[in-house]
């Protein structure tokens, strides 16, 4: 059963006042609030068997990108147009396994391809700050630094899209402590898209993904297989693999890639592109029949 944890501030009977119209006040007690709710859930879920080791471990293919599997205490940063899927794999083993995991301010989670990949949703807490709903100028990211903090502090995975507030250059304080807190709680946080301020240990980028099944005209999709590489300060040296999602029913299987079978590859981005190509008429801008 997956619980739900929605730390938006209630209605108010009058609208708060903003002097100089920007500045977004905390609220302390909304705050202690989420904090306390997510230590008794972290108390609840609190892991026996995984809290002494320093690693958990990912099903086959990603054992290729990660052969200690996913390190307590690091940052793990998923991109690309796959980059859900990748994450979903990569947690498959460790919540199987007895693991517990936050998903922070993914508004599109998945809860039905989660489901697919094998993902026991009854080891998922959903967290939201509500940052969403915040206006862009207002908003400081702080409610997210918040929101982490309390489920690094209870979780063995904790799955965020970090704000776009935090995806500057600049590192504030805040974030350098959570990511002390992270080292010192020995959890993982799984990121979709950019890191931002809280940087990454293991960068994962689905570079690629074909689709198996289609023919020339004629077949069904069968097979989607995903081309992902690793890299990052702790991964010494680059590698690569290839994911294959087989549908099976109401589940997916997730294998290494096999050879083709004999139909087309079909890459839809790369199809589009061409078809773009192909459809814009080249102008040769030196020739002199165009002058005047």
Known sequence: MEFAVDHRTPPLATAPSRAGGSTRQSDPTHDEALRAVLAELGERVKPVSLARERTMAVVAPFDQLLPDGLVRGQVVSC?????????????????????????VDVATFGIDAAAELGVPLERVVRVDTGLDEQDPPSATGLDWVEAMGAAIDGFDVVLTRVPVELQGERRPAAVRKLTSRLQRKGAVVITLGAPG????????EAYRTTW???????????????????????????????????????????DPARVADGSFDRDPQADLLSEMADAVAVTDLSDRRLAG
Not at 82 to 103: I, K
Not at 216 to 242: A, E, F, M
């Open 79 to 103: 991109r690309g147009s796959a980059a859900r899927s990748v994450a979903f794999g990569l947690v498959h083993d460790a919540l199987a396994e007895g693991a517990w995991m936050a998903v």
């Open 197 to 204: 301020a809280l940087g990454s240990d293991v960068d994962l």
């Open 212 to 254: 198996r099944g289609l023919g020339d005209g004629n077949g069904h999709l069968r097979r989607r297989v995903i081309d992902v590489r690793s890299g990052g300060r702790r991964v010494p040296s680059q590698r690569s693999c290839s994911i294959e999602l087989t549908g099976e029913g109401t589940r997916v299987r997730i």
